[in-house]
């Protein structure tokens, strides 16, 4: 049996080599599954939407050939559920564009007949000035990261 930090990186990896089954393995397929993309959309709810959306990806002009923790990785974990957070570099292609791609990451992750499955995916960037007001961190404090 792998541990939740193992199905998440399993995950990455399977991105990583193109082999949906791998990724599909790593998630559940259940209906409860709720995914927040990094792309246009806002979220994909159930197994088979999850599923349908992989096989998307894989089609687009889009790809991910590595990653590395910047933050993390952080587990917390109990009989039934866990969390993998941190922040992740992924080294990106794009359109045949290489870049760099920084993200905020957050699997739950499920045991679910023995396995851990991820249930959740949530993958975001800070937002420049969500508020409308600038940045409400004091000037000269310390940041927390």
């Known amino acids: 049996m792998t541990t939740p930090l193992g199905t998440a990186e399993a995950m990455l990896t399977a991105v990583i080599e193109r082999r949906l089954d791998g990724v599909l393995e790593t998630f559940s ?3 409860d599954a709720y995914v927040f993309v990094e792309g246009p959309r ?3 709810h159930g197994g088979d939407r999850i599923k349908a959306g992989w096989e998307a990806y894989f089609k687009a002009p889009i790809r991910i050939d590595g990653f ?3 933050e993390g990785p952080f587990v917390w974990e109990s009989d039934t559920l ?3 957070v941190g922040v992740i ?3 990106i292609m794009g359109d ?4 760099r791609l920084r ?3 957050t699997w739950l992750v499920r045991r679910e007949n023995g396995r851990w499955r ?3 995916e949530h993958g975001s960037q800070p937002l420049k000035d969500p508020y409308g007001a600038g940045d409400w961190w004091p000037e000269g404090a310390t940041p927390i990261s």
Do not use: E, N
């Open 96 to 99: 045949g564009k290489a870049g």
């Open 29 to 31: 397929p259940a209906d």
């Open 118 to 120: 991820i249930v959740h």
């Open 103 to 105: 993200m905020r990451m």
């Open 68 to 70: 590395r923790w910047v």
């Open 82 to 84: 866990a969390q993998v």
């Open 42 to 44: 806002w979220t994909t």
């Open 89 to 91: 570099d992924y080294d």
